[in-house]
Each structure stands twice: as structure tokens, then as C-alpha cells.
């Protein structure tokens, strides 16, 4: 059975979640904050450490927070088995230093934004069948709406430049799951004047295509308050699904 270790980011700064101000604590980011319960962090990494084939989970906090973080869920994070360790600047180099820290034994590493609490079973379970045929994987939806792309001039409002055909185009979403030794090679090519928006575009720079998979329209990534309201409806409508499919 192939191991997966599991990097779940969560040292961004969260400017639009919070508004513009400095968050007095770690306590006030994203995937901290309080969901139906928990913290929204917790609600992924639960998922993933049910799983027999998770060996590893580490998260990766902003440097000042980790103490913090570790003494506030000090009973979650050995309930789960997580490692914290310090990230980066960028998101990109919070998970390079999340690679550092997984385990040699781990065939492949799945990473997964800590502000997606309403990522399913059955898609990680498919993200993480097609990483282990293809080597490298990340779960997507087709983009449904009209797409415009925008033209600034100055201090003008922005205008329609061209409406840009959708077919084909997808939004991508975590956990993206990658063989180890391939994503370590990607990382070591990695152009440090342009640093990729996801992981699997790191694998992209150099000639590899991640399979798509497609995901669930439910695994929204917390950006704003009203995201937060909207997934701790989505949980509640899971819970009742998995409920149901469990007494017929």
C-alpha cells in the first residue's frame, strides 16, 4: 500500500479575510478561527488521519505562531499525530519547508490548503488513487461561468479587453498529491523569480501534467467572513449526507 504524507499551509496572513489591519493573534487567521466547533484547520486534517494510508501530517504555521499553536491544540495535534514547523514568506516556500520535515518512508505527498475544511472522503480518496497511477494529481471543476478577461488603463475602471472561451478551463483546488521524488525534483528546478500560485505548477515548469480530478463544487477555500458562514452551512449538509448514507 502506497504511504502519503499530508502538508497542510496555514501560514498565510489572511489580509482578506480579516480586512487590512495586523491580526492581534494567530487566533484571528483563517484556518484558527472557530467553525462549527473547531478550528478550521482541524476539520481536514481529521479526514486525513482516519486514513490507514497517512503516515505523516504536518502543518505549517507563520514562525511567530508555531509556539502558540503548538500549546493551544497540544491536545489535537497528538491526538492526530501533527507536526508544526515554521513556514516561509510565500505559500510556495512554506510548503518547500513542509518538504523538508516528510518522513523518507512517504511514497507520495499530498498538500492541502488549511482553509478547506469541506474537502470530502471520497475526493481525497480519488485524488490520492489517481497520484498513486499517474504520479502526480489534483482535484478541479470545470468553470462554469462567463469568463471576461480585464483592461486597466491608469486610474480608469477596468473594462472587458475579450470574454475568454471557458471550455476546457478548470479551478483548481487541494489536495494536489504528488509522487515524492518527482515533486522534490520540481522544487529543485524552480524558478525562484516567478513563484508558481499552486503546487502543481511547479511540476508543469518542468514538462510533467498532473491528471485532473474532478472535484466537488462543496471544497471552497475560506477568504472571506462570508466563506466562513457558507462552509459551516456545507458541513452541516455533509454531516447530514454521511448520516444518511450510513442508516440506509
Not at 472557530?34 to 482516519?50: D, I, N, Q, T
Not at 474537502?119 to 502526480?136: L, M, N, P
Not at 502543481?200 to 515548469?205: I, K, N, Q
Request: aromatic share 6%.
Amino acid at each position: 500500500m502506497p504511504k502519503f504524507a499530508v502538508i497542510i499551509p496555514a501560514a498565510g496572513q489572511g489580509t482578506r479575510f480579516r480586512g487590512d489591519g495586523p491580526a492581534a493573534s494567530f487566533r484571528q487567521k483563517k484556518p484558527f478561527v472557530p467553525l462549527a466547533g473547531k478550528a478550521v484547520w482541524l476539520w481536514s486534517a481529521e479526514k486525513f488521519a482516519r486514513r490507514s494510508d497517512v503516515i505523516q501530517i504536518v502543518l505549517v504555521a507563520s514562525p511567530e505562531d508555531v509556539g502558540e499553536i503548538r500549546k493551544e491544540f497540544r491536545d489535537d495535534l497528538a491526538r492526530l499525530g501533527v507536526e508544526v514547523i515554521p513556514g516561509g514568506a510565500e505559500r510556495c516556500l512554506s510548503v518547500e519547508n513542509g518538504l523538508y520535515a516528510v518522513s523518507p518512508q512517504a511514497d507520495y505527498v499530498a498538500i492541502h490548503d488549511a482553509a478547506r475544511p469541506c474537502i470530502s472522503d471520497g475526493t481525497i480518496e480519488a485524488v490520492f488513487r489517481a497520484a498513486a497511477e499517474s504520479g502526480a494529481a489534483i482535484p478541479a471543476v470545470p468553470i462554469v461561468g462567463t469568463v471576461k478577461k480585464s483592461l486597466s488603463e491608469g486610474n480608469l475602471p477596468p473594462v472587458i479587453e475579450e470574454t475568454v472561451p471557458r471550455a476546457g478551463l478548470w479551478e483548481a483546488q487541494t489536495p494536489q498529491v504528488f509522487d515524492v521524488l518527482l515533486y522534490r525534483r520540481a522544487v529543485a528546478c524552480r524558478d525562484v523569480r516567478s513563484l508558481p500560485t499552486d503546487d502543481a505548477g511547479l511540476l508543469e515548469a518542468i514538462g510533467i501534467k498532473p491528471r485532473l480530478v474532478e472535484g466537488e463544487r462543496s471544497n471552497i477555500k475560506i477568504t472571506t467572513l462570508l466563506d466562513l458562514s457558507l462552509a459551516e452551512l456545507l458541513l452541516k449538509l455533509l454531516e447530514n449526507g454521511s448520516r444518511a448514507n450510513r442508516n440506509k
